[in-house]
């Protein structure tokens, strides 16, 4: 059947997985589906230590005096993958929808996120893809082959070497067309054992291929299944079984199954003995993504509100997590009548807030672009804090860059009983000052902003971690706000990788106005603009120091290169 034109404008309004092999071989590029970034945005070598930061009580003053460390290869990582409703929901589609759905917040603290659903080729839909880019989040599509169908399509690639490139190509040309960086092959079928050898050599050209179109922002994971026998039995460690697959590859993704004891000999599916596994290669130890379901099927800790026992443990032997289903705190938010219970923002923040120790909380590189010829301002970062959420509609390609170090503190928020009573009282670390989080508009009714509380006069709110070096260049910071009162009692004020606070220059409204015209003209909210000249210091943070105690909301944050 020829399809109409209009048949296949409404196809290409939403994003579909590739169910079988014909529609796997049949794929080609038709319409572009995702819009070029607006600036290019990468992630910075540079990080915070979660647990570091933590214990020194979130505060700016320490956070400006110690620079951010540099990313080694024995730093943990932390991966995402969400699993919800079996995928392809409300974020498939490609223009705004008049229902609700979850949009992930925290996205400083990640290194990975893998699109999850139980279709042979998941592809992630653009939504996704966008806002993993816009914070420098790896992005991955899932392949995966279950029950008689699957290991049917699985042996009818591997009987056949020209097969198996074939789909490694038809993969690569995937990822690349999309925008995403590699897969997480996951076989959740047997393999007849003379073929074993067939889907190793599949699993090392994937990973070339991969690597070959990205370098080393590729990676292609292993799910902990199948065996190299063939037979379908989880590990929930890395052995002799399971450790070919890991060698062909970028990393594995361990089952949810594994012990941690704390004392004696390993037991069997022991983390210990995952590690052990590697004998003198200890620097792979971050290639294992320990698995945390935070449904808790057969998880350490129960999942849920308790997902950081199982981190905890994890990060003893220094290995990295694989968080699965993090849309947990908004499915189990949901009633009878899938109406979103004003828990929600509150489970959510908690979520992610009792993890933190655990989290390495990344800054994003901004590039100045002091040698491309222009004399014109050069706008290099704006945001408006959109969350792809507001009260009526759900688009994830409306979201902008998130605040690196989101916090809802749980003194200054009213916050319901549900709360108290899954995460139990403040404890005498958690003495933060304020709350930085972006609105949450199903339940503030409000249009999408920043919102920041604080106590105290003259406190200092961290906003963003960034690479940013001026190289002499003068760089203008320009906030916006509905109040005009947030704007005229906060300053912008930054540190360096130096460990020194710089302030920046208060603009009057005409000098601002002279600078940037088009922007200054075409904003309905209040503007303010701050200056920093001559600055040959690399900028890590951006903070926002309120003169008076109680509640600000910021629309937007604009950078400049002059």
């Given amino acids: 059947m020829i399809r109409?034109?209009?048949?296949?404008l409404?196809?290409?309004?939403?994003?579909?997985?590739?169910?079988?092999?014909?529609?796997?071989f049949s794929w080609c590029p038709d319409v572009e589906l995702i819009q070029e970034q607006k600036f290019d945005i990468t992630r910075s070598k540079k990080y915070l230590?979660?647990?570091?930061?933590?214990?020194?009580?979130?505060?700016?003053?320490?956070?400006?005096?110690?620079?951010?460390?540099?990313?080694?290869?024995?730093?943990?990582?932390?991966?995402?993958?969400?699993?919800?409703?079996?995928?392809?929901?409300?974020?498939?589609?490609?223009?705004?929808?008049?229902?609700?759905?979850?949009?992930?917040?925290?996205?400083?603290?990640?290194?990975?996120?893998?699109?999850?659903?139980?279709?042979?080729?998941?592809?992630?839909?653009?939504?996704w893809i966008s806002a993993a880019k816009m914070h420098g989040v790896k992005i991955l599509g899932t392949i995966i082959t279950e029950w008689k169908e699957g290991k049917q399509i699985l042996e009818n690639i591997?009987?056949?070497?020209?097969?198996?490139?074939?789909?490694?190509?038809?993969?690569?040309?995937?990822?690349?067309?999309?925008?995403?960086?590699?897969?997480?092959?996951?076989?959740?079928?047997?393999?007849?054992?003379?073929?074993?050898?067939?889907l190793l050599e599949l699993v090392k050209k994937l990973t070339e291929r991969t690597h070959q179109d990205y370098g080393d922002e590729g990676m292609v994971l292993w799910y902990d299944s199948v065996t190299i026998e063939g037979k379908l039995r989880w590990q929930n460690e890395v052995n002799i079984m399971n450790k070919p697959f890991l060698d062909s590859c970028d990393g594995i993704f361990l089952n949810y199954g594994w012990r941690a004891p704390d004392c004696g000999d390993p037991s069997p599916h022991s983390l210990v003995r995952s590690v052990s596994s590697l004998g003198d290669n200890v620097s792979r130890r971050t290639d294992i993504f320990v698995g945390v379901d935070v449904f808790g099927r057969g998880?350490?800790?129960?999942?849920?509100?308790?997902?950081?026992l199982a981190m905890h443990k994890i990060r003893e032997q220094g290995l990295s997590t694989a968080i699965f289903a993090p849309g947990w705190t908004y499915e189990s938010s949901l009633?009878?009548?899938?109406?979103?219970?004003?828990?929600?923002?509150?489970?959510?923040?908690?979520?992610?807030d009792k993890l933190r120790p655990y989290l390495n909380f990344h800054a994003i590189c901004i590039p100045i672009d002091k040698d491309d010829g222009s004399t014109e301002p050069k706008l290099i970062f704006e945001t408006s804090f959109h969350c792809?959420?507001?009260?009526?509609?759900?688009?994830?390609?409306?979201?902008?860059?998130?605040?690196?170090?989101?916090?809802?503190?749980?003194?200054?928020?009213?916050?319901?009983?549900?709360?108290?009573?899954?995460?139990?009282?403040?404890?005498?670390?958690?003495?933060?000052?304020?709350?930085?989080?972006?609105?949450?508009?199903?339940?503030?009714?409000e249009v999408p902003s920043l919102t920041i509380q604080v106590q105290?006069?003259?406190?200092?709110?961290?906003?963003?971690?960034?690479?940013?070096?001026?190289?002499?260049?003068?760089?203008?910071?320009?906030?916006?706000?509905?109040?005009?009162?947030?704007?005229?009692?906060?300053?912008?004020?930054?540190?360096?990788?130096?460990?020194?606070?710089?302030?920046?220059?208060r603009l009057e409204s005409e000098i601002l106005s002279s600078f940037i015209p088009i922007f200054y003209n075409q904003q309905e909210d209040q503007v303010q603009g701050f200056l920093l000249q001559n600055c040959y210091d690399t900028i890590e943070k951006i903070g926002l120091r309120l003169d008076s105690p109680g509640n600000s909301s910021l629309s937007t944050l604009a950078i400049y290169r002059l």
């Fill in 456 to 505: 105290q006069a003259n406190t200092t709110v961290p906003l963003f971690l960034m690479d940013l070096a001026p190289q002499g260049s003068d760089v203008l910071f320009v906030l916006s706000s509905e109040s005009k009162d947030t704007l005229s009692t906060s300053h912008i004020v930054l540190g360096t990788e130096t460990g020194e606070e710089l302030e920046t220059a």
């Fill in 49 to 127: 230590d979660g647990k570091e930061w933590k214990n020194n009580n979130q505060d700016w003053t320490w956070l400006v005096k110690h620079p951010l460390k540099l990313h080694s290869k024995a730093k943990p990582r932390t991966l995402v993958c969400h699993d919800m409703m079996g995928g392809y929901i409300e974020d498939r589609f490609l223009e705004p929808v008049q229902q609700d759905s979850y949009s992930l917040l925290h996205w400083s603290g990640l290194d990975v996120f893998i699109y999850f659903s139980h279709n042979f080729i998941t592809i992630p839909p653009p939504g």
């Fill in 335 to 352: 009633n009878e009548d899938k109406v979103l219970s004003e828990d929600y923002f509150e489970k959510e923040h908690l979520f992610w």
């Fill in 388 to 445: 792809g959420r507001e009260k009526t509609s759900y688009h994830l390609l409306s979201m902008q860059p998130q605040p690196s170090l989101p916090i809802v503190d749980k003194h200054l928020k009213t916050i319901s009983g549900s709360w108290r009573r899954e995460g139990g009282p403040p404890t005498p670390s958690d003495k933060s000052q304020y709350s930085c989080h972006t609105t949450d508009p199903q339940s503030d009714n």
């Fill in 158 to 198: 591997l009987r056949d070497e020209k097969k198996i490139d074939e789909f490694v190509d038809q993969c690569a040309s995937i990822a690349s067309f999309y925008g995403f960086q590699g897969w997480l092959l996951n076989i959740e079928n047997e393999v007849e054992w003379t073929l074993v050898p067939y």
């Fill in 4 to 8: 109409t034109q209009e048949a296949r």
């Fill in 299 to 308: 998880c350490l800790g129960g999942g849920g509100l308790h997902c950081d």
């Fill in 10 to 24: 409404c196809e290409s309004m939403e994003c579909r997985p590739l169910k079988n092999l014909e529609e796997l």
